[in-house]
């Protein structure tokens, strides 16, 4: 309970201005950050734990393997448009008939 009383830095602002609103709910009173963390105090050590893990490297590895993901889609969609122009421009070269020769093709 003494940590609950104690003044906690905001991870925003680092202003030692938070104040708890409710169980594992805080806020700043300087800059109006709402933010989740322990029952009686801002931060816990699981929470600490993750944030370090979080930095460490899961979180960039993530990150990587969904640019790569991005980067394939990207990849088919340019490959699709690609044979969409070809089959328009080989439409386009074939030179329309007029009704004129249709009929002189038919005789």
Known sequence: ????????????????AVKRLSVGIWLCGQCG??????AYAPTTKLGEIAERASRAGVASSLVAEMKAQKAKEAEVKAKTARRRRRKAKSEKTTPEKTPEEKTDAEN
């Open 33 to 38: 950050f709402k933010f989740a963390g322990g």
């Open 1 to 16: 309970m003494t940590e609950l009383k104690a003044p906690h830095e905001c991870p925003q602002c680092h202003i030692a």
